[in-house]
């Protein structure tokens, strides 16, 4: 637990501590704005993502009988990935995963030994496999943006709910002692210049009455 000082220099290191919370805070609530968007946005480029699954792979179920036929060729060749780029990307101050494209490995086959609906399976098959990858993708982009944006909502209430509430209190609890020290010091001082005046009042009262003394005797 932080000790206050009940000092003047404490004072102002607690007001310029309050002010530079009360500076960091608006930037907080707008990153966190910035990510509860991010969040949303990625909850529906995934959700997209899982719809593209689906209609690929209800697509390639409707040429999963044709599999079951002698091809002359291994169709899981077809779905090699040969090149799967996924950069990275600075969005609201974090690095997030940004599927760019996907590449499959080429592959020869004879046009004459292979059913013509063959190209069109393939294609299916590759939409599936790449449509699975940007799940993936997206899915991990969501959960860095709500990871961040759970460690940014931690910090705003910590400003908002404690540090501030906190420094302001001790702010007022210093500034109530220093208040008081200061009518305690005017309440001395008054005190002690009224007992001068008492003494100067004294010494005149007295000389007063030496001197109607005096002046009686002389008369």
Same mark, same amino acid.
């Given at each position: 637990?932080?000790? !206050?000082?009940?000092?003047?220099?404490?004072?102002?290191?607690?007001?310029?501590?309050?002010?530079?919370?009360?500076?960091?805070?608006?930037?907080?609530?707008?990153?966190?704005?910035?990510?509860?968007?991010?969040?949303?946005?990625?909850?529906?480029?995934?959700?997209?993502?899982?719809?593209?699954?689906?209609?690929?792979?209800?697509?390639?179920?409707?040429?999963?009988?044709?599999?079951?036929?002698?091809?002359? !060729?291994?169709?899981?060749?077809?779905?090699?990935?040969?090149?799967?780029?996924?950069?990275?990307?600075?969005?609201?101050?974090?690095?997030?995963?940004?599927?760019?494209?996907?590449?499959?490995?080429?592959?020869?086959?004879?046009?004459?030994?292979?059913?013509?609906?063959?190209?069109?399976?393939?294609?299916?098959?590759?939409?599936?496999?790449?449509?699975?990858?940007? !799940?993936?993708?997206?899915?991990?982009?969501?959960?860095?943006?709500?990871?961040?944006?759970?460690?940014?909502?931690?910090?705003?209430?910590?400003?908002?709910?404690?540090?501030?509430?906190?420094?302001?209190?001790?702010?007022?609890?210093?500034?109530?002692?220093?208040?008081?020290?200061?009518?305690?010091?005017?309440?001395?001082?008054?005190?002690?210049?009224?007992? !001068?005046?008492?003494?100067?009042?004294?010494?005149?009262?007295?000389?007063?009455?030496?001197?109607?003394?005096?002046?009686?005797?002389?008369?």
């Amino acid at each position: 637990m932080t000790v !206050i000082k009940y000092t003047k220099s404490s004072l102002r290191d607690q007001q310029s501590k309050l002010k530079q919370l009360q500076k960091y805070l608006p930037t907080l609530k707008l990153k966190k704005a910035l990510l509860q968007i991010e969040v949303n946005n990625a909850k529906q480029q995934l959700s997209e993502a899982e719809n593209a699954f689906q209609t690929s792979l209800e697509m390639a179920r409707e040429y999963g009988c044709l599999l079951q036929e002698k091809l002359g !060729i291994d169709i899981r060749d077809f779905i090699q990935i040969d090149e799967l780029v996924v950069s990275k990307e600075n969005i609201a101050g974090i690095e997030v995963p940004h599927f760019k494209y996907l590449k499959f490995k080429t592959i020869n086959y004879s046009l004459y030994e292979t059913p013509p609906w063959i190209d069109t399976v393939i294609l299916k098959l590759q939409a599936l496999v790449s449509s699975k990858i940007k !799940i993936s993708v997206e899915l991990e982009r969501m959960q860095v943006f709500q990871n961040e944006l759970k460690t940014v909502s931690i910090r705003v209430n910590l400003f908002e709910k404690i540090l501030i509430p906190r420094t302001e209190e001790c702010i007022k609890k210093i500034r109530v002692f220093l208040g008081d020290q200061l009518l305690a010091g005017i309440g001395q001082i008054k005190i002690a210049k009224s007992k !001068i005046e008492e003494r100067k009042f004294l010494k005149l009262k007295s000389k007063l009455s030496k001197f109607e003394l005096l002046e009686e005797l002389g008369a």
